[in-house]
């Protein structure tokens, strides 16, 4: 028998298969010993052709079917094939036993007697048969008429041969241990009627058994342990179940022992030359064994049981070359389902049935819940013999036709048919098997180092699970669609389940989007489509068009997947970039990196990231959406915006404007013009004065600090981001209409007017641009330069105070400034300084303290100075700004010249004017109270803060008189030499 097929009736300590197989012999010719051939008056004679040549076949056997003998019922029945119609498979192949088994004598020409035949096939010697003869006939001696069930045989045995009759002592030790051993099994270990407790009977029956193990027991007819033994197997045999007399003695009717003998007993059909044929005299032999059911507590049921098993479990260990074998088996079924469902069922069938359809059951399970292993190279055809009686083992159990009909109940026509639901678990079950030991086949050759080994493996596992999945459908499912409509559907789910979840164990330890993971990821895509495609071509035939095993296919969402990887990467990066831009805010000092590098270190890191990012990215084989490029496009962007306002925050232009001084009235009789020529003007507050005026009139050079410097470093910074950012839009907007774009970028189409990539933050730093050059332009104007100007420009007399000392210095900053800024921000940078000179002069004209007192005459000298300013901002540019830019920018100063020139009538005629229609636009209550025009430093002829302003500085008596009357102006009394603006 094959090792894998369980033997399901348990196992009888202390006796081997021998034992068994000739206690079998024993009480066979025991129970047949009247019939012919046994001893009877006449012998029944076999002519069967398995002992001589084959006859040739006669035209009326092939009109009953070839290999059908008409002499066979049982085999006509179970489709056995006659033995003299085709040559058995076994010995075609070679693979015969021995034609004369060890202890069997050679079989004669003469036509055998049933006992004879019977002798042969159990393998008992000519010795042992003669001992059995002899036993018998001396137990006959004055019981003529004695049923064979009431005789213990064993006891009969052990009493009536003697050690002489032996070849040797050891020989009978044996004989004598394995009648006991028997007795032992029948009478104490697997009695039919359980013992009561304690029983002396038992108790001494095992006394003599143990006896035996270590000596011969003296065991003559008229020895105490011969009494002994009589009447302990007696007094134990002749039991009944509830007390009253018996006519049967109960010594071999308990199970298993019963059992294990009847099997041996069926398993004599088999021939002994080639175990794969059934004898042809099978009828007669069963007919003959039937004796035996009395003793052995067989019936019907349990005898057709045991036949089934007989036929399986030979079809097994004949490595199942025969089918017939099998085909018998499944034709028993018929009769144990119709066993099964009778009310009167006895407690040994029902016991004995669930055993062997489990041990059935199991080895059927095995290979068709692995099929792809047992039925592989030419085996289909025993899968396909093997699939009806597994689906008919499954459906005697008594568990699974309660469960049916239960359901049947519960919901009437819509039950699941209970051979698709085996099919299903075979073909998930083998499935499943074969899906593992691909994967771990995969773990095994590779080695699994790196991700990038786990994910060839996937990757491999992929295609392979492909080919499983076609394997299935062209191989395997057109058997299995026979028993189940959709099997290449549920192999196919199956798989599709098996591979999703090694997936998901893969992705959910991928914590970056590289080459290896958006493979994995198309593999899966591709081996999805596939099995997609095979369930759908599978349940074209459906009711419901495979709409329940579709729900099983839990879809991989390759895309999404993708996308959330994509997007973890991108934060991944952004993350990253962060902490650069974090490590950049804490250590930069707007030092340049060198000469040919004038911008700061930090920003050089940042690009070298986003080329990084960007390369990484592309790099990845995946396709690439516009949207997703916006997405890592805007992620980048925002460490530029961040950048640019860490870039940016620098203070405002506003901390380096001067506090205007109060308006007062200037003294006619002013000698400023004669003290500035032996003062000093006051420097306080300013703190990197250069030295008095004729110093620096003698001896200009730059007055840029490094802070100021450090300002244009960062302008630097800002421009040489602006520039990358457009060579790295240009390029992501050409790809879009490139070869490039149409793999990166699908099937959308470029539209020209379409918004720059990096829009938002090219804005960002464009204003952070404007910004950092605004307040550099104060800072180099209002502080570095403010002890040569503000503070110095026409300071008592506008002719002993004119602009050409400033204008050196003002140039000399302005050529160091073009050597510090790059090209690309030296024209912003410019315009600022410019418009900050500008605001400067106005100042000086309009809020430069009662040190300043202007003449209508004084108007000429200062148009000439301003021409001067202009000029050197256009002569100093080098072509960085137009004449037009220069003359919009002066536009507001010029309208204060001019203002300047006016007539003091003029003037003062023009603010009452506007101070009228003030009056007019309610207030009154303002002017009443000798409100003064604000200041709102958008300087212009029309804004009357204006023109007070030029009024207040101008040394003029109508004015002088103007100012004290209608808006209370006093006059500045400091002494003179005292400083003049200190802020």
């Given at each position: 028998m094959a090792a894998d097929l369980e033997w399901p009736f348990g196992e009888l300590p202390g006796l081997e298969a021998n034992d068994i197989r000739e206690t079998a012999y024993e009480m066979f010719f025991m129970s047949c010993r009247s019939s012919p051939g046994f001893g009877g008056r006449s012998a029944l004679m076999f002519h069967s052709s398995m002992w001589n040549q084959p006859q040739p076949e006669s035209t009326s056997s092939r009109t009953k079917g070839v290999g059908m003998a008409p002499s066979s019922r049982i085999k006509r029945t179970l489709g056995l094939k006659m033995l003299n119609r085709t040559p058995s498979k076994k010995m075609a192949s070679g693979a015969v036993s021995s034609p004369c088994p060890q202890g069997v004598a050679a079989r004669p020409k003469r036509p055998l007697t049933s006992a004879e035949l019977m002798r042969q096939q159990m393998r008992v010697t000519e010795q042992s048969d003669n001992w059995l003869r002899k036993t018998l006939t001396r137990t006959h001696v004055g019981h003529i008429g004695k049923r064979a069930e009431t005789i213990i045989?064993?006891?009969?045995?052990?009493?009536?041969?003697?050690?002489?009759?032996?070849?040797?002592?050891?020989?009978?030790?044996?004989?004598?241990?394995?009648?006991?051993?028997?007795?032992?099994?029948?009478?104490?270990?697997?009695?039919?009627?359980?013992?009561?407790?304690?029983?002396?009977?038992?108790?001494?029956?095992?006394?003599?058994?143990?006896?035996?193990?270590?000596?011969?027991?003296?065991?003559?007819?008229?020895?105490?342990?011969?009494?002994?033994?009589?009447?302990?197997?007696?007094?134990?045999?002749?039991?009944?179940a509830n007390g009253t007399p018996t006519d049967v003695c109960h010594w071999a009717d308990?199970?298993?022992?019963?059992?294990?003998?009847?099997?041996?007993?069926?398993?004599?059909?088999?021939?002994?030359?080639?175990?794969?044929?059934?004898?042809?005299?099978?009828?007669?032999?069963?007919?003959?064994?039937?004796?035996?059911?009395?003793?052995?507590?067989?019936?019907?049921?349990?005898?057709?049981?045991?036949?089934?098993?007989?036929?399986?479990?030979?079809?097994?260990?004949?490595?199942?070359?025969?089918?017939?074998?099998?085909?018998?088996?499944?034709?028993?079924?018929?009769?144990?389902?119709?066993?099964?469902?009778?009310?009167?069922?006895?407690?040994?069938?029902?016991?004995?049935?669930?055993?062997?359809?489990?041990?059935?059951?199991?080895?059927?399970?095995?290979?068709?819940?692995?099929?792809?292993?047992?039925?592989?190279?030419?085996?289909?055809?025993?899968?396909?013999?093997?699939?009806?009686?597994?689906?008919?083992?499954?459906?005697?159990?008594?568990?699974?036709?309660?469960?049916?009909?239960?359901?049947?109940?519960?919901?009437?026509?819509?039950?699941?048919?209970?051979?698709?639901?085996?099919m299903d678990g075979y073909i998930r079950s083998s499935v499943k098997n074969a899906f593992s030991k691909m994967a771990e086949r995969g773990c095994q050759e590779c080695e699994m180092n790196t991700r990038q080994d786990e994910s060839e493996r996937l990757i491999r596992l992929a295609k392979e699970t492909k080919d499983l999945a076609l394997k299935e459908r062209g191989t395997f499912s057109p058997v299995l669609r026979k028993c189940h409509p959709v099997a290449t559907s549920v192999a196919a789910v199956t798989l599709h389940s098996c591979y999703g979840l090694i997936l998901k164990q893969h992705l959910t330890s991928a914590s970056v989007l590289d080459n290896e993971i958006v493979t994995v990821l198309e593999s899966a895509g591709k081996l999805e489509k596939v099995l997609a495609q095979l369930v759908v071509e599978d349940t074209v035939e459906c009711e419901d068009g495979g709409k329940m095993i579709v729900r099983e296919m839990i879809p991989y969402e390759v895309e999404s997947t993708m996308s959330r990887l994509q997007k973890q990467w991108i934060e991944g990066r952004l993350k990253k970039g962060k902490d650069c831009l974090q490590g950049a805010t804490e250590?930069?000092?707007?030092?340049?990196?060198?000469?040919?590098?004038?911008?700061?270190?930090?920003?050089?890191?940042?690009?070298?990231?986003?080329?990084?990012?960007?390369?990484?990215?592309?790099?990845?084989?995946?396709?690439?959406?516009?949207?997703?490029?916006?997405?890592?496009?805007?992620?980048?962007?925002?460490?530029?915006?961040?950048?640019?306002?860490?870039?940016?925050?620098?203070?405002?232009?506003?901390?380096?404007?001067?506090?205007?001084?109060?308006?007062?009235?200037?003294?006619?009789?002013?000698?400023?013009?004669?003290?500035?020529?032996?003062?000093?003007?006051?420097?306080?507050?300013?703190?990197?004065?250069?030295?008095?005026?004729?110093?620096?009139?003698?001896?200009?050079?730059?007055?840029?600090?490094?802070?100021?410097?450090?300002?244009?470093?960062?302008?630097?910074?800002?421009?040489?981001?602006?520039?990358?950012?457009?060579?790295?839009?240009?390029?992501?907007?050409?790809?879009?209409?490139?070869?490039?774009?149409?793999?990166?970028?699908?099937?959308?189409?470029?539209?020209?007017?379409?918004?720059?990539?990096?829009?938002?933050?090219?804005?960002?730093?464009?204003?952070?641009?404007?910004?950092?050059?605004?307040?550099?332009?104060?800072?180099?104007?209002?502080?570095?330069?403010?002890?040569?100007?503000?503070?110095?420009?026409?300071?008592g007399e506008v002719a002993s105070a004119r602009i050409r000392p400033t204008l050196r210095t003002l140039k000399q900053n302005l050529s160091l400034l073009c050597m510090i800024l790059i090209d690309q921000a030296q024209p912003l940078a410019m315009r600022e300084v410019m418009k900050a000179s500008f605001d400067a002069y106005l100042m000086v004209l309009l809020a430069g303290g009662n040190s300043r007192i202007f003449y209508r005459s004084d108007h000429r000298m200062i148009e000439e100075d301003f021409e001067c300013l202009k000029r050197s901002f256009c002569v100093s540019g080098e072509g960085l700004m137009s004449e037009d830019v220069v003359e919009k920018e002066a536009e507001t100063v010029e309208m204060v010249i001019a203002l300047m020139s006016q007539p003091t009538d003029k003037l003062i005629q023009d603010i009452s004017v506007m101070m009228r229609k003030m009056d007019e636009n309610g207030a009154e209550d303002m002017r009443k109270k000798q409100f003064v025009p604000p200041t709102t430093e958008q300087w212009s002829r029309s804004d009357p803060n204006t023109i007070l302003r030029v009024l207040c500085h101008r040394n003029d008596q109508v004015a002088n008189r103007f100012l004290k009357r209608t808006f209370q102006i006093e006059r500045d009394d400091r002494k003179e030499g005292l400083p003049i603006l200190c802020y």
């Open positions: 045989l064993p006891l009969e045995l052990l009493r009536h041969l003697k050690p002489s009759e032996f070849n040797d002592s050891r020989e009978y030790h044996a004989w004598q241990k394995r009648q006991l051993k028997i007795l032992e099994a029948g009478l104490i270990l697997h009695p039919s009627i359980p013992l009561e407790t304690p029983n002396t009977f038992a108790v001494r029956l095992k006394e003599i058994i143990q006896a035996s193990e270590t000596k011969i027991l003296d065991i003559g007819e008229n020895s105490d342990t011969m009494r002994s033994l009589s009447n302990s197997v007696v007094s134990l045999s002749w039991r009944s308990g199970f298993p022992l019963n059992i294990h003998l009847y099997v041996t007993l069926l398993q004599s059909i088999f021939d002994i030359r080639d175990e794969t044929l059934v004898l042809d005299e099978v009828d007669e032999l069963l007919e003959l064994m039937k004796k035996t059911w009395l003793i052995l507590g067989i019936n019907r049921p349990i005898h057709n049981l045991c036949l089934t098993w007989v036929f399986f479990q030979q079809y097994v260990s004949t490595m199942q070359l025969e089918p017939e074998l099998l085909f018998a088996s499944h034709a028993m079924l018929a009769e144990l389902a119709n066993d099964a469902k009778k009310q009167d069922r006895d407690a040994l069938f029902i016991q004995v049935l669930s055993l062997v359809l489990t041990s059935i059951r199991g080895w059927s399970e095995k290979r068709l819940g692995n099929y792809h292993d047992y039925f592989e190279d030419g085996r289909m055809n025993l899968m396909e013999n093997l699939l009806p009686f597994a689906v008919t083992v499954s459906s005697i159990g008594g568990d699974d036709v309660m469960l049916s009909r239960l359901t049947e109940q519960a919901i009437g026509d819509a039950v699941t048919d209970p051979t698709v639901d085996l250590s930069e000092k707007w030092n340049p990196k060198s000469k040919a590098k004038p911008y700061a270190e930090s920003a050089e890191d940042l690009i070298k990231f986003t080329k990084e990012t960007m390369d990484d990215f592309f790099a990845i084989r995946m396709e690439i959406t516009e949207d997703l490029v916006h997405d890592l496009v805007n992620s980048l962007g925002s460490l530029f915006q961040d950048y640019a306002a860490f870039v940016a925050s620098c203070g405002s232009k506003q901390n380096f404007i001067p506090v205007l001084p109060p308006l007062t009235r200037c003294r006619r009789d002013s000698k400023f013009a004669k003290l500035c020529r032996k003062v000093t003007p006051c420097k306080v507050g300013i703190e990197d004065s250069r030295g008095c005026r004729t110093s620096e009139a003698d001896h200009p050079h730059p007055s840029m600090s490094r802070g100021t410097q450090h300002l244009y470093i960062r302008l630097n910074t800002l421009h040489y981001l602006l520039a990358y950012l457009h060579s790295l839009d240009e390029m992501l907007s050409l790809s879009r209409i490139g070869s490039l774009g149409q793999k990166h970028f699908g099937d959308k189409k470029y539209h020209n007017d379409c918004a720059s990539y990096f829009q938002n933050a090219c804005s960002a730093i464009r204003e952070a641009c404007q910004h950092v050059s605004e307040v550099a332009a104060h800072c180099l104007i209002f502080v570095d330069s403010n002890h040569i100007f503000y503070n110095s420009l026409y300071i």
